[in-house]
C-alpha cells in the first residue's frame, strides 16, 4: 500500500502553520505555541539545552525562557505529507543570538488530529553552536560551575577560549622525553 504523497493543499496549509509558528517563536507568542503542539504527555521536545517531555512542560519552558534570538531566518524548509494526517517538516535555519549569527536544524512531527488540526507531536533543535565548540563548551561550563553569564558576554568568552586554545596547542603537541625530571612540588 502507498500512502498519496505530498498533496499540494495540505503542503500549503502546512506551511502556513509553520510560518505561524516561525512568527510565534520570534515574537514570543507563547499562547500560539502552546497551541501548535499537541496538548499530550506524549509529546516531545529536544531542544539546545532541555529535554521536555510533555505538552505542559514545554508550554512552562516557554512561559519562563527569555528569548535570546534577534533575527530568524529559514535557509531550507522540506514539507514531506504522508497521507492526509501525518507530515514532517525538516528546516535549516540562520538565526542572530547575543550579537553571533548560527545556523542550526529544526525538525518536527506533525500529526493531524480529528477535530483538532494539525498538532506538532515531536520536535528537535540542533545545537546552534555546533560549529563553534567554544560556545558550547562556554555555556555548558558556565552552567555546571553556576557561574552567571550573560548572552551579550558569550562570544568574548568563546573567542578567548578559542585563542587560548591555539596558544597552548603547541605546547601540548610537544612530547618529553621519559628522562625529563619533573619540576618540584611546592608544599607550605
Known sequence: MTLPLNDPALVAELTTLHDAYESALLNNDTDTLARLFWDSP????YGVNEHLYGATAIAAYRQTSPLTVTAREILRRTITVFGETTA?????????????????????????????????????VSNPTATDPWFNYAEQTARALGLPLAPEHLPGVAQHLARTAQLAAPLLAHALPETTERAAIFTP
Open 42 to 45: 506524549h509529546t516531545i521536545r
Open 88 to 124: 514532517s517538516i525538516m528546516c535549516e535555519i540562520r538565526q542572530s543570538s547575543a550579537g553571533q549569527s548560527r545556523t542550526s536544524r529544526q525538525s518536527q512531527l506533525w500529526i493531524k488530529f480529528p477535530g483538532l488540526g494539525w498538532r506538532i507531536t515531536s520536535a528537535h
